[in-house]
Every structure is written in C-alpha cells, then in structure tokens.
C-alpha cells in the first residue's frame, strides 16, 4: 500500500520559486537529488516514551479520489471567496487563503455546497476572513520597544525583522509592494501571531481589513488605487491581535516542478501527489506559479513551459481527469499550438486573487496542469481541531522573529544539536514546544531541562525527552507528555537532535540556520531596500558540534556562509537573493516553548 512516506522519500528534488517579485523557499539543499497529561506543581520524572510521531500526512494514495474540490466536498463548501489584491502581496492572499479553507475544515465550518448565489454559482464560505493586510505590514516591519510583550516579545529581540524606514518615508504603502515569500506564513503562524479576522477592532477601527479587496471587476480598477496610506501602528496593541486558530504544521511539499541534475525540467508525480494527498485532508495550498499569458480562456486552463513564476495562488482541488485537450492554445495564424497541451489529463483547481477575472465556475477559478513547468513552493497549513486546544492564552518564548526567513541546512556525520534556553518571564507551565525542519523525512529526538547553567543546555535536571518523525519539511508543534511548573527566573532549555534519511538510505545529523536577505523594493531602487537584521544575543542559543557546545555568537560567521551558499541555489529573483555576504543575516535556532501563565493554568 502505497504511502506518503514512500511519496516523500523519493521526492528529495531541488526545487524553489519566486512570485509578484517575490521568493519561495527551497526545502531541499544542492546536495540532494532533488502531540497533555496531568499538572504538578513539581515535574514529572524524565521521561523517555517517543512522542506521538507526525502522521497528518499518512495517508493512502491508493484511495484518493480522483477528483475533489473543497467547494463541494462531501456535500460542504470550505472555500472563501475570491478576493483580490491591490499591491504586489499575491503572497500574503496565498497564505490567507490557504490557511482559510484549512480553518474551516478543521473547524468543521464548512457551508452547505448546494447553496448558490443570485448567480446559480458556488455561495462563497464566509465563516472566516483572514487579514493579507497583516500579513504584508508586520512581516516586513521590526520589533519595536513599543512591540515589546511579556510571554510573547522580549525586550532583547528589539530591532529584529526588517527595516523598511527609508521606503516608507517615501511611500508608507511600500511594504505591500515588496513581494514576498510563502514560507512568511508558516513563520508568523508558529510564532503565535495570526492568522487574525479581518473583523477585528482595535481602538474601533477595522486596522487589519484590506480596503475594496471585493472588487473584482476591471471596471473597478479606478477606484481600487494604492492611494491612502495603509499603514498599521507599531506597538503591542496592534501587533498582538487575537489569532483565530494555532497551528500545528505547516507543511513545505514536494514540488511538482523539479529539476534535473543539469538544470532543466523534470516532472515529480510524488510533488502532485503529497498536494492532492493534503487537498483530500481539507487543506488548501498555496503555490507559485506564472499564470497569465499561458490560458485557455476558454475552458479557464493554464499551463506554462517556461522556467519562471511571477504569481501565488492556491490550490483547492484537483481533478485527474481533466482532459490535456482543454489546455490547448492557438498560435497567432490560428493554428494549434502543440507545445500548449501538457502530456497527460490532470489539473489543480486554483483560487486567483488577480489578474484574470472570468473562471470556470466563478471569478477567479481556473485549472493548471499537473505538468506546469512553474509549480513550486507548495505549502499547507495544519491548524488543530477545537477539541485539541487546552489553552488559549499562552506564551511563546522565542528568538526567531526574522519572519521572511529562509533556512538553510548543513549535514554532520558526526552527532550535531540545536539547543536555546530560556529565563521563564513569570510563573507558568511548560506544556508544548515548537520548532522547524529543513529536510524532507527527518527524525527529531527533544530533551527539555531545567535549572541548567549558562552555556550548558543539558546540564541541570531532565523534564522529558521523546522522538517525534517528520515526512514534511516545515514547521511542526509537539504537546509534551506532562506540563511542567516553572517559576519565574528559572533557566530552562529545549535540546533537539535531528537526523535526516536521504533517498538512498544514508543518514547524517542535520541542522536549521534561519536566515533572511535583504529585499529591494517594487522597482529594485536601493532606497527601496528592506534591511534585514538578525538579533543574536549570548546566552539563547547553542550549537554542539565536534563534542563541544558553542553560543551562536561564536560561530554565527560560520552559519552565514553557509547560508549565503545554499542562497545561491535558489532560483529567485536577484531582489531576493543574499548575492554577497554583506546582505544576509542569520538568525536564533528556531525552535520555540510555548507556556500557560501559571493563573491561565487548570
């Protein structure tokens, strides 16, 4: 029987992307081929039990049906409606879309699938609205003294993220205009910021709503501008807005676009497969791609054989027997186009967000091909079911606020560690951890400790330790075993050891180095630059290599190599590639704790 695990053990392909001027991230490095149990006030004995393995994408690929569409999915609707952008933040409508249908599936909100609208069309889901607007401002503006939130902002991490202050002096809005990366959502999400309602009010305005996105007709482009300013306040009032749902993955998938050893196109049957395998568990997921220029208007069917992507959309069904034929296109004499019908049936169902305003079955749905040449960058978002939250106020100890953050990872044969330790900020209990993957089918052992000494993560006394498999790469939430009382002031740390399985059987110790570049604006002038800054302080974050535990300080030089030489392989645009050392910054270990204050506590 034919599973995930096997999908992605064969699916270790280098891939990356780019879209509306901006970057996906590449999983997968040049090298390769292409989860609470009873509180105490004192801890629980260290506990060895392997933690509940990630199984939300083991799944049997066997029985998938051969079309499903999240509009009409076991008689339920999980999709919103089509919305629309205003700047260059396709991104950040990706992402909200995505994380919509996701939400409401898990939620189980979706909307009866035989209503229509005045139209005879699919009646939009509206159960749920997620901000683009706060995706787009607060990715790309630092941490602020203002920013600055107890259990969830510390004071030392004061000036990480990006500094937009020269373009918006110039242009408040240009921090829409800078495009952006997909993995952006999975960064925010896992560190407790989002996604957040549209609906929202905070000093009784609507801060977050993205003004006239509706609009969907060409004849409201004149009053659909950039004008105004779209800014939204930077402190903790506004920053810190009531998310809607917690994550519990976020999946980076195959993609279906690869390449080969030479640089050229390969299609990856396991990249359509883990998307379809997602899409059949109610999550949406978002893609870059190049979409206009390359459609059957017609039949509202796309498919591209050019290397490039200028766009993110979002995949809400896929039917395998959409017929090749559909896609076909006529050269300008009016003949066909052999090179516009792709080699087999098969397509994705995509929501749009611009552009083309038609669709097959409402505005701004469309078909793309299985064999699309510009499919890359697929993520999924995993937000836990309502009888899975304990908690709902919490917080988040972290260092990796560097939220358009890219990883990159190096290799060890001999044993490597991750490690960041923490002060807790007041009384509270330990009760999940977070952290993130750079590779595909890796193995993570955590250990947590408390009362450990300053440069030593392991020392003091063992809470827990556990395993935990990850087929996805991406950004994964674990709910310990027990949930452990910490007084405020006391030193505590999260220790992770991570091996990855390649292909071929071989494995080797890995690690995760975030880092981010700095990003040119909309038109690539320098007094566009976004300036990215990685704050780093003695005494977070640990690396063990060569037998011996480093502060990250010592070796950060060393990681930001590294990182500049993975960057390098990434096919982005130049406005989001390091190109030289001078313009990268690495960031903490991510890896995160998250706690119940001690009076939130039950």
């Avoid at 706060?134 to 993220?161: C, F, K, M, N």
């Avoid at 939250?389 to 560097?402: A, G, I």
């Avoid at 990883?407 to 900020?425: G, L, Q, R, V, Y």
Wanted: glycine fraction near 6%.
């Amino acid at each position: 029987m034919k599973k995930i695990l096997s999908v992605i053990l064969s699916a270790l392909i280098l891939c990356s992307a780019a879209a509306c001027s901006s970057g996906g991230e590449p999983d997968t490095s040049p090298s390769e081929s292409d989860s609470n149990a009873s509180s105490a006030e004192e801890s629980a004995p260290a506990d060895s039990t392997p933690a509940d393995t990630d199984t939300s994408s083991d799944i049997d690929l066997d029985d998938l049906p051969s079309r499903v569409y999240l509009r009409d999915y076991n008689g339920k609707n999980y999709v919103t409606p089509v919305k629309r952008q205003a700047f260059g933040d396709c991104w950040s409508f990706g992402i909200a879309a995505a994380a919509e249908s996701s939400y409401l599936y898990a939620n189980d909100l979706g909307t009866p699938a035989e209503e229509t609208n005045d139209e005879g069309l699919y009646k939009d889901n509206d159960n749920v609205n997620f901000s683009e607007r706060y995706l787009s401002w607060y990715v790309y503006h630092s941490i602020t003294q203002d920013d600055v939130t107890p259990g969830r902002i510390r004071a030392s991490q004061v000036g990480e993220g990006y500094d937009t202050s020269a373009s918006d002096s110039r242009n408040p809005n240009d921090a829409f205009l800078m495009g952006g990366a997909l993995l952006s959502g999975m960064n925010v999400f896992s560190s407790g910021f989002g996604p957040v309602e549209e609906s929202t009010e905070v000093n009784g305005e609507n801060p977050y709503a993205y003004t006239d996105k509706n609009k969907l007709n060409k004849d409201d482009l004149e009053d659909f501008s950039q004008s105004g300013d779209w800014s939204i306040p930077l402190n903790a009032e506004y920053r810190n807005a009531p998310i809607m749902a917690s994550l519990r993955n976020g999946n980076y998938l195959p993609c279906p676009a690869s390449k080969d050893a030479d640089g050229n196109y390969r299609f990856n049957e396991d990249g359509v497969l883990a998307i379809k395998s997602e899409i059949a568990q109610g999550h949406a997921v978002a893609v870059t791609a190049l979409v206009f220029g390359k459609m059957n208007h017609e039949n509202w069917a796309a498919y591209t054989d050019a290397d490039e992507r200028n766009h993110v959309i979002t995949i809400v069904g896929y039917d395998d027997n959409f017929p090749k034929e559909k896609f076909e296109r006529l050269d300008k004499e009016g003949n066909s186009d052999p090179d516009s019908i792709p080699p087999t049936d098969g397509a994705f169902i995509i929501k749009d967000c611009s552009g083309e305003y038609g669709g097959f079955d409402t505005k701004g749905t469309f078909y793309i091909s299985y064999h699309d040449h510009t499919l890359l960058d697929p993520i999924s978002f995993e937000f836990d079911k309502p009888e899975a939250v304990k908690y709902t106020e919490l917080n988040y100890d972290q260092y990796d606020l560097l939220f358009v953050g890219w990883c990159a990872a190096a290799d060890h044969d001999s044993e490597t560690k991750m490690a960041n330790m923490f002060d807790a900020e007041e009384d509270e209990y330990l009760t999940q951890i977070t952290y993130r993957t750079k590779r595909f089918n890796t193995d993570v052992h955590y250990a947590v400790y408390k009362d450990v000494s300053d440069g030593s993560p392991e020392s003091g006394e063992l809470l827990e330790e556990g395993d935990s498999s990850h087929w996805f790469a991406g950004s994964h939430k674990l709910d310990l075993k027990n949930e452990y009382y910490l007084e405020k002031g006391e030193k505590y740390s999260v220790v992770l050891t991570m091996t990855y399985t390649g292909d071929d059987g071989s494995t080797s110790y890995t690690d995760v180095i975030p880092y981010a570049t700095n990003v040119f604006g909309y038109d690539s002038n320098k007094d566009n630059e976004a300036v990215a800054k990685g704050v780093i302080n003695k005494g977070e974050s640990y690396s063990f290599r060569d037998g011996k535990w480093k502060d990250l300080t010592e070796i950060k030089d060393e990681l930001a190599k590294t990182a500049l030489e993975e960057d390098n392989t990434r096919n982005v645009p130049d406005n989001f590639k390091a190109l030289s050392i001078d313009r990268i910054t690495i960031d903490n270990f991510p890896i995160k704790a998250i706690l119940v204050p001690s009076d939130k506590h039950h």
